[in-house]
């Protein structure tokens, strides 16, 4: 069924088009991973997708609504959720009660005043599904790196969405901590939908089935993985390196 369907996308800012005329459909139990050089698009994609970018031509469906003229909040109960580049994680609060407040973002105002906790069923499933567990009662503050963008993941969780789109999840993070989110996407896309915008070759060989590749504010090629790294056009923009090069 499909999910997320992009159709005729255009965004300007000013005289400078960011995303040109971008079809793009998701099917629900989608893992797909988005690349392109710097500046290709691919933040601007999920900020429209978020209603954090408004798009200038085109519609953007989600589950059958039109999300085009929606409010960020009206898209995160829509039940899309996402990442940033920069944390969002509140350092002094615990690991736990940074993914309870999250779980709260889905709510009205109103129903924000009389907020019950999340229940701790929820909590506890969601610390244990992204291996958090031992962490619960630490403050952000003391997570590692990788912790950290798992906290965000689990913060995601908590929104209970159907669609994530995660910004480059394992930059700085070990090859260990890389490992692990892959395996944690990996389970996590047994029931969600799932965009990852990711840079990291030796991850995508590794964790990615479905690559699509923007450039230019356009969709340059969709495939899997070793079609798209052999495609010259994907070396050439962006990989910036030989066939041999590229495949080694
Ligand atoms: N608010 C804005 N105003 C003007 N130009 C913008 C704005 N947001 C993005 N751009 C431009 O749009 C282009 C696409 O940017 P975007 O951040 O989407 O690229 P990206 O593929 O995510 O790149 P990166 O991998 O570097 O994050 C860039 O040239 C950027 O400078």
Redo the contacts with the bound molecule.
């Keep these: 069924m499909t999910l997320l369907s992009i159709q005729g996308l255009t965004v300007t800012?000013?005289t400078?088009t960011?995303l040109d005329d971008i079809d793009l459909t998701l099917d629900e139990g989608d893992l797909r991973f988005l690349i392109?050089?710097?500046?290709?698009?691919?933040?601007?994609?999920i900020d429209t997708i978020t209603g954090r970018?408004r798009p200038t031509q085109g519609t953007i469906t989600f589950n059958g609504h039109t999300l085009n003229k929606r409010s960020e909040h009206h898209i995160v109960r829509t039940g899309i959720g996402r990442t940033f580049?920069t944390s969002v994680v509140f350092e002094e609060l615990t690991v736990a009660d940074n993914i309870d407040l999250a779980a709260s973002f889905r709510l009205r105002p109103w129903q924000l005043l009389t907020r019950p906790r999340t229940p701790t069923t929820t909590v506890t499933d969601i610390l244990d599904r992204i291996g958090l567990t031992p962490h619960a009662h630490h403050k952000a503050a003391t997570l590692s790196h990788g912790q950290r963008q798992w906290l965000e993941i689990a913060m995601l969780l908590a929104q209970r969405p159907r669609l994530l789109l995660l910004d480059e999840p394992v930059a700085g993070m070990s090859a260990e901590e890389r490992t692990r989110t892959g395996e944690l996407l990996t389970q996590i896309a047994t029931d969600h939908t799932i965009v990852v915008?990711e840079?990291d070759m030796d991850f995508l060989r590794r964790y990615a089935t479905d690559v699509t590749v923007?450039h230019e504010?356009r969709i340059l090629t969709h495939g899997d993985v070793a079609t798209v790294q052999q495609d010259p056009r994907v070396q050439e923009v962006y990989l910036g390196r030989t066939h041999q090069e590229a495949t080694t």
Excluded at 36 to 41: F, L, S
């Design positions: 800012f000013g400078f960011a392109g050089p710097n500046g290709a698009g691919k933040t601007t994609l970018t580049q915008i840079h923007l504010g």
